[in-house]
Nanobody, 123 residues
């Protein structure tokens, strides 16, 4: 499984960005999908995840009400809509795929990773 993120960039605080992650292969719907982020000098942290069917989503408290994860299994994509962005959202954002797992909050639960896309929010 290869994952390629796109959609990052520079935005002012309060603005919006939509990240997209495209997956190769024909087994996309067999994977839970997640978004993580990593700011300079910090550990990679969980942002949001979505079930294989897209019927369930969950996210970290700091992005609830602002970020929305979604997937299109016909197009093999998973998106992260980010609204009301804050400077503290600045990080490299990664999408990841997990064949199985429990809460899927930890990086080590995921099997495949994209290369990341930079999101910078200016104040």
């Amino acid at each position: 499984v290869q994952l390629v993120e796109s959609g990052g960039g520079l935005v002012r605080a309060g603005g919006s960005l939509r990240l997209s992650c495209a997956s190769s292969g024909r087994t996309f719907s067999s994977y839970f999908m997640g978004w993580f982020r990593q700011a300079p000098g910090k550990e990679r942290e969980f942002v949001a995840a979505i079930s294989k069917s897209g019927g369930s989503t969950w996210s970290t408290d700091s992005v609830k009400g602002r970020f929305t994860i979604s997937r299109d299994n016909a197009k093999n994509t998973v998106d992260l809509q980010m609204n009301s962005l804050k400077p503290e959202d600045t990080a490299v954002y990664y999408c990841a795929a997990a064949a199985a797992g429990s809460k899927l909050l930890l990086p080590q639960e995921y099997d495949y990773w994209g290369q990341g896309t930079q999101v910078t929010v200016s104040s």
